[in-house]
């Protein structure tokens, strides 16, 4: 039908090659196959272009700011440089969530056990909470659960 559109082929022309293959049965069946070849080409390329948009990950929140486009692999980043800080941090394993304005991040550590757990817990989650918040902007909620998974024992050095 394109083709008779733009007017490079007669109605009756057309009409004529569709009456041709589907008068020969093999013509017909390779016209069959080669339709259903491309139709899957077609669908596994845009399969591929779908999960390459996903892997972006591509975060869009609503802040006083009005909207903001973060990058997950950004809040990632952002969060292992705060971890840095720590030097009792071995480990961690970061699990962000977006909901609307809401921000969820859930952060599980492998700490030496030289540190009280639970001012540990408070230090990390008032550090990351400020650098996201710098990040995001305000308006958007912040909720960070910072998890001790694993506690391993310092390594003991020898006196010289």
Request: aromatic residues 6%; proline residues 2%.
């Amino acid at each position: 039908m394109v083709i008779v559109s733009l007017r490079v082929l007669t109605m009756e022309d057309a009409l004529l090659k569709v009456q041709e293959l589907y008068e020969n049965p093999w013509q017909s069946l390779r016209m069959g196959v080669s339709g259903i070849f491309f139709l899957f080409v077609g669908l596994v390329f845009s399969k591929i272009l779908v999960k390459e948009m996903r892997s972006r990950g591509d975060v869009v929140l609503y802040s006083k700011w009005g909207y903001v486009s973060v990058s997950m692999k950004a809040i990632k980043d952002l969060v292992r440089k705060g971890l840095r800080k720590f030097d009792t941090v071995r480990d961690a394993r970061i699990k962000t969530d977006v909901d609307g304005t809401r921000l969820k991040i859930r952060v599980e550590l492998t700490v030496s056990s030289d540190w009280d757990l639970s001012a540990l817990t408070n230090m990390i989650q008032n550090e990351l909470a400020q650098r996201i918040g710098r990040l995001v902007g305000e308006g958007v909620e912040l909720e960070i659960a910072v998890h001790v998974v694993k506690v391993i024992e310092p390594p003991v050095t020898a006196p010289v």
